[in-house]
């Protein structure tokens, strides 16, 4: 679990830094809506590497509600992640 958010914290910094994006991009540049895209998944994989921490942190307490809580928060991330790439999408068609 410690590996896979370190997995996912590295990958929310490539999508969140734009030079970053750039270079991974190639000589094709990106545009504001993929930039905005690559952000906002960027800051999605960074809460979610956060959350598996914090479950990994938790994993020596034998109490349910811990799990349901943070599976709640989970819920909550993605639901508001959906949000906003629906809002970018839109507002970009």
Do not use: N
Request: include cysteine; charged fraction near 15%; proline fraction near 3%.
């Amino acid at each position: 679990m410690i590996f896979s958010s370190l997995l996912f914290f590295i990958l929310s910094e490539c999508f969140c830094r734009p030079g970053l994006c750039r270079f991974l991009a190639g000589e094709k540049g990106l545009t504001h809506k993929e930039e905005r895209i690559g952000h906002a998944f960027g800051s999605y994989l960074r809460a979610d590497a956060f959350l598996l921490l914090l479950l990994w942190g938790l994993s020596f307490f034998p109490f349910p509600y811990l799990y349901q809580g943070i599976g709640v928060l989970f819920l909550i991330i993605t639901f508001f992640y959906l949000k906003k790439m629906v809002i970018i999408l839109r507002k970009t068609a």
